[in-house]
């Protein structure tokens, strides 16, 4: 079994800077795939970041020049760095994690951009 972790969100205003965590316990016994989505209330949960077991990182087009995704592997834990926070960043954010064919979830946390 695997459990994720999210923490870092909460009320922020338009213009303001977030770092989301997310740590990974359980039976992980090698690097793998993880990333971050986020969910509206009413629309579908979308892919935001990925990172692979050696470092790459990719972004949904929206967010590519705001948002970064870094981890530590030696710790087992995935960041979301978010700059220049606009009102439609507002989500749920969920961090995901992917070994062999299973999908695991965190519980999510909430991003809330207002002014």
């Known amino acids: 079994q695997v459990q994720l972790v999210e923490s870092g969100g909460g009320l922020v205003h338009p213009g303001g800077s977030l770092r989301l965590s997310c740590a990974a316990s359980g039976r992980i016994f090698r690097i793998v795939p993880m990333g971050w989505y986020r969910q509206a209330p009413g629309k579908e949960r979308e892919l935001v970041a990925g990172?692979?077991?050696?470092?790459?990182?990719n972004y949904v087009d929206s967010v590519k020049d705001r948002f970064t995704i870094s981890r530590d592997n030696g710790k087992n834990i995935v960041y979301l760095h978010i700059n220049n926070l606009k009102p439609e960043d507002t989500a749920v954010y969920y961090c995901?994690?992917?070994?062999?064919?299973?999908?695991?979830w965190g519980q999510g946390t909430q991003v809330t951009v207002s002014s």
């Open positions: 990172i692979t077991p050696d470092g790459r990182t």
């Open positions: 995901s994690l992917t070994s062999g064919v299973t999908i695991y």
